[in-house]
T-cell receptor, first 116, second 115 residues
């Protein structure tokens, strides 16, 4: 049972380059989300999805795109990397609130991205 | 909008002493509350959650948290701290009544347990 798997673990990009951070979960969770972690700011929500084909913006969506073609996968795309996007990125999955059995969010190990 | 506040950037405690990491929250509906721990260069690990019922919630590694609705708080506690408890702790909230709602995190509190 792998849980939430993120790739790559580390990445260095040049300003203006594009890349995709991969996230996959094998728990059949409907909800998936992307957060970035910056010192002193906790985790901030970038984008999220409540099911295949449905995505929405979080607190800090600018510069990032997402799609959700399957329940399992939720990639995060940086179209034109900027130094301000240097951060640690976490993908998470969970069940929705309101259900009798509430699941906590499960997190991947993170991707440390540096944009130079 | 929901929010979480962790008023202390760092908490220092001696090994064997009790510890408390503070968290207050704000949501429009009923809250789901969570504590996560992050060790260096690792992802977040779930510690415990409050959904409903008993206000004292017990979790992993001997941690517990007390939900106080009137004070909108969910402080993390442990009776006897270990050096290995040193890590970054995050409090988070979800709104029970908002089906599309994601977790909102506090800024984190670094716990330092000294021998």
């Amino acid at each position: 049972n792998a849980g939430v798997t993120q790739t790559p673990k580390f990445q260095v990009l040049k300003t203006g380059q594009s890349m995709t951070l991969q996230c996959a979960q094998d728990m059949n969770h409907e909800y998936m989300s992307w957060y970035r972690q910056d010192p002193g700011m906790g985790l901030r929500l970038i984008h999220y999805s409540v099911g295949a084909g449905i995505t929405d913006q979080g607190e800090v969506p600018n510069g990032y795109n997402v799609s959700r073609s399957t329940t399992e996968d939720f990639p995060l795309r940086l179209l034109s990397a900027a130094p301000s996007q240097t951060s640690v990125y976490f993908c998470a999955s969970s069940g929705p609130p309101g259900r009798v059995r509430i699941t906590e969010a499960f997190f991947g190990q993170g991707t440390r991205l540096t944009v130079v | 909008a929901q929010s979480v506040a962790q008023p202390e950037d760092q908490v220092n405690v001696a090994e064997g002493n009790p510890l408390t990491v503070k968290c207050t929250y704000s949501v429009s509906g009923n809250p789901y509350l969570f504590w996560y721990v992050q060790y260096p260069n690792r992802g977040l690990q779930f510690l415990l959650k409050y959904i409903t019922g008993d206000n004292l919630v017990k979790g992993s590694y001997g941690f517990e948290a007390e939900f106080n609705k009137s004070q909108t708080s969910f402080h993390l506690k442990k009776p006897s701290a270990l050096v290995s408890d040193s890590a970054l702790y995050f409090c988070a909230v979800r709104d029970f009544n908002n089906a599309g709602n994601m977790l909102t995190f506090g800024g984190g509190t670094r716990l330092m347990v000294k021998p």
